[in-house]
């Protein structure tokens, strides 16, 4: 049975309420056209888990969509902060659970590992650990015999996990072509279903005459969405790079809310179809090269 | 902006980059995070003049790379042309981190304190931030892991030179003293360099010490500029060593020919 399906269907397959992991870092590789559609399909109260993030958290969070950010960091690095993602923090509408980047990921990784925690000395000595105290999701510890100080990150189940990938057969086995740089694997085993944005959908042949270069298993990709240039404006490497230019534009906008309305609507969720965007945001729909 | 340091043939930016790659040494093995270009430009200028082994992992990812020029991000692919390894972040990159096999990064914050520790999680309460800034991403990871810690700030005032972070993001000398040592840390902050001096840490205390002064700044345009009280060094504090023109010249026309150093400015 074929794993392909449409950005539509896919992200229909996401519950309002649900934890959702996306992938990427920062402005590289995030699974934008699925973003998008879900901002599109105006999910509600939606818990996102993004270990260093940026446009895609902006995006659900301009579009309503957001309850809860678990990030270790959102920004657009130098080009400024993620505009709708400050708003909201700074008035309330959007709870933040704070982390570091390698809290979140072994936080990730005790639940893929099936442990009741992942020690890390990542955060030791910082204020991230004292806001988790009540929780105890995180939590500082001393080991008995060796002495050593170390911080226990507890499992972290995540309901869908949204990631771009090169490509996939109908079968789910994906790639990430020519190897995964980023964690996306981190929140592919840890989370209960995965949907992998594909710039291309290929033959099986094209895995089994290279096994050594796949990515994830077929029993890990429960969906496949085709979303050619589907990391925009973020970038793909070593397809695209990501577009400066929408970034700015973007920021440009947000000083404005009317202004952010219309630039959302024109050039995020407005155009109905994923090529549709492309095409409003004057970006080639062409094979890459 | 480019201000230019008086008496010296060369800009502050140009300045900085050259100061922090004099602090590289052979035996130096980095990486860098977000906006961290003055860091970039260092490690590129070291390997190409007085530390040819050092080894620097471009965004914390392309091993050995050398760009032809640096992009508008250094956690982007721009940053990784002829590289020899594209390493993975999970499974290549916190290990070599946490294990110590990369001793030394940088990192700078909207705010930075006396011992070294930063905040670029939220200006002002945590709770109803007045700012909320990024997050700490992977600093307050690689502060409690990596041995040789290097600060840097384009914007020396009291804004972000502060007595008390609204929020520790990423851990420096903590709270001084043998704090790093008592959690079991290694190393820890080495220098901080500014756009008006180069700060070291006073061996006892661990708080910043004048180590020294950029042309034309006086100490006390530094503790004006400054939240905390600086510690400073027995006699004399020196002036912020010339750039080669070699160095400014490597810097300008091979590490980073389109001035990105600038973006900080």
Redesign the interface.
């Known amino acids: 049975m074929s794993k392909v399906t449409t950005l539509e269907e896919a992200a229909a397959s996401v519950p309002d309420g649900a934890t959702v992991a996306i992938g990427g ?4 590789s995030a699974p934008m056209a699925l973003v998008r559609e879900l901002a599109r399909q105006q999910k509600k109260d939606l818990e996102l888990v993004a270990i ?1 993030a940026g446009m895609a958290v902006d995006w659900l969070v301009a579009g309503g969509c957001v309850r809860r950010v678990l ?5 657009f ?3 400024g ?2 505009p709708n ?2 708003a909201a ?2 008035s ?1 509408r959007v709870a ?1 659970e ?1 982390y ?4 979140l ?1 072994c936080r990730l990784q005790a639940q893929s590992h099936n442990l009741p925690f992942m020690p ?9 650990l004292g ?1 988790h105290a009540a929780s105890g999701a995180v939590r500082e510890e001393k080991d008995g015999p060796t002495g ?2 170390y911080v226990a990150c507890t499992r972290l189940p995540v309901d869908v996990a949204l990631v771009h990938a090169h490509e996939a057969d109908e079968r789910g086995t994906t790639r990430v072509n ?6 996306d ?2 929140i592919v085993n840890a989370a209960a279903r995965t949907v992998a944005s594909v710039e291309r959908v290929v033959d099986t042949e094209a895995f089994t005459s290279q096994p050594e270069r796949t990515t994830y298993p077929r029993f890990m990709i429960d969906a496949v969405a085709p979303a050619p240039r589907g990391s925009y404006p973020c ?1 793909c ?2 397809d695209y ?2 577009d ?1 230019g929408f970034f700015t534009a973007y920021s440009q906008a947000a000083r404005d809310p009317e202004t952010f309305r219309r630039f959302f609507h024109e050039q995020v969720v407005g155009p109905d179809t994923w090529d549709d965007f492309l095409a409003a945001n004057d970006v080639s729909t062409g094979a890459p090269a | 902006m480019s201000t230019p340091v008086p008496g010296y043939d060369c800009t502050i930016d140009e300045l900085m980059a050259v100061t922090f790659s004099r602090a590289m040494s052979n035996d130096t093995r980095a990486f860098n995070g977000a906006v961290s270009f003055i860091p970039v430009c260092g490690y590129l200028l070291a390997r190409r003049t007085h530390a040819p082994e050092l080894v620097w992992a471009a965004s914390s990812i392309a091993v050995d790379a050398d760009p032809e020029e640096i992009g508008d991000s250094t956690l982007s692919d721009s940053l990784w042309g002829r590289a020899s390894m594209l390493s993975n972040s999970p499974f290549d990159f916190w290990s070599y981190a946490q294990g110590a096999r990369y001793n030394t990064f940088a990192f700078r914050g909207a705010q930075m304190d006396a011992c070294g520790n930063v905040n670029n999680t939220v200006i002002g309460p945590y709770e109803s931030p007045k700012v909320r800034l990024p997050g700490g991403g992977g600093m307050a990871d690689l502060g409690a892991m990596i041995p040789r810690i290097y600060l840097w700030s384009s914007t020396h005032d009291p804004r972000t030179f502060v007595e008390r972070l609204d929020f520790r993001s990423g851990m420096g000398w903590g709270d001084g003293g043998d704090h790093r040592e008592r959690m079991g840390m290694p190393g820890g902050p080495r220098l901080c360099i500014t756009n008006l001096c180069v700060f070291d840490f006073e061996p006892a205390s661990k708080r910043m010490r004048l180590a020294s002064l950029h042309p034309g700044v006086t100490a006390d345009q530094v503790q004006e500029a400054t939240g905390f009280e600086i510690a400073m060094p027995d006699g004399d504090v020196p002036i912020t060593a010339r750039p080669t023109a070699e160095e400014l010249h490597i810097l300008r026309t091979e590490v980073d020919p389109t001035s990105a150093r600038r973006r900080e400015f």
């Not at chain 1, 870092?25 to 590289?28: A, D, G, I, T, W």
């Not at chain 1, 570091?100 to 809290?103: A, Q």
């Not at chain 1, 890390?120 to 991230?128: C, E, H, K």
């Open positions: 870092l920062s402005m590289n260093v990030s270790g960091l959102v920004s690095e130098g080009l902060l993620a993602f400050r923090v700074q309330g933040i704070e570091s980047e390698h809290l990921i890390t000395r990542a955060g030791l000595g910082t204020d991230v806001l050593e100080h020519p190897k995964l740089v980023w964690m694997n981190e970038s490497f070593p790079g990501h400066s």
